[in-house]
């Protein structure tokens, strides 16, 4: 089946700092990638829209200039969080839509440590 | 709006047993898909069930299934004969186009 491969699985990274975070489709392309932010026992907040050789979609709220989102190949997608800082830490998921619309299909997630 | 809402934030159930999670939400298509993922202590996100608002027949997988009412807009998940490797974080989802919505989850136990 359509997997998902994220890296890294989890980061620390010191206050000021820039982090990036890879997506990539394994055995499938992917013209639209997700970028999801998840707080401890919270839902999946949807941040952007990541979209082959265009300019992502951000989530009203989402600082674009911080959270900076290129996907250059149909098969990876990266999200830079620059400039990091405590409360960046989260958990980061991203996701692709497999053609068949069987739903998303979700990488393993990053967990970002901004100390 | 376009809303998913679980309303509730912890259930447990029994081994073996039977339990029902509950999923409601908010739409003004009439074409879309609906889905229940797990998300287990590794936090990787695991498709469960899926089901096209088109269809009138309940989707089900192994010990899976779910009792859709679009008219209600609900959307349960019936998980049966429930094993300790049940135990997660279960979100429902709706899909529309690339738009995709998920509640708040459901973190259901399950007891030896």
């Known amino acids: 089946g359509a997997v998902v491969s994220q890296h890294p699985s989890w980061v620390i990274c010191k206050s000021g700092t820039s982090v990036k975070i890879e997506c990539r489709s394994l055995?499938?392309?992917?013209?639209?990638m997700f970028w999801y932010r998840q707080f401890p026992k919270q839902s999946l907040m949807l941040m952007a829209t990541?979209?082959?050789?265009?300019?992502?979609?951000?989530e009203q709220g989402v600082e674009k200039d911080k959270f900076l989102i290129n996907h250059a190949s149909l098969t990876l997608s990266t999200l830079t969080v620059t400039s990091a800082h405590p409360e960046d830490s989260s958990f980061y998921i991203c996701?692709?839509?497999?053609?068949?619309?069987?739903?998303?299909?979700f990488g393993s997630g990053t967990r970002l440590t901004v100390v | 709006a376009q809303t998913v809402t679980q309303s509730q934030p912890e259930m447990s159930v029994q081994e073996a047993e039977t339990v029902t999670l509950s999923c409601t939400y908010d739409?003004?298509?009439?074409?879309?898909?609906l889905f229940w993922y797990k998300q287990p202590p590794s936090r990787q996100m695991i498709l469960v069930i899926r089901?096209?608002?088109?269809?009138?027949q309940n989707a089900t997988e192994n010990r899976f299934s779910v009792n859709f009412q679009k008219a209600a807009k609900s959307f349960s998940l019936k998980i049966s004969d429930s094993q300790l490797g049940d135990a997660a974080m279960y979100f429902c989802?709706?899909?529309?186009?690339?738009?995709?919505?998920f509640g708040t989850g459901t973190s259901l136990t399950v007891i030896p």
């Open positions: 739409t003004s298509e009439s074409d879309y898909y």
């Open positions: 989802a709706k899909n529309t186009g690339n738009q995709f919505y």
């Open positions: 990541s979209n082959e050789g265009s300019k992502a979609t951000y």
């Open positions: 055995d499938f392309q992917a013209t639209t």
């Open positions: 996701s692709a839509t497999v053609v068949d619309n069987y739903g998303y299909t």
């Open positions: 089901q096209e608002a088109y269809k009138q």
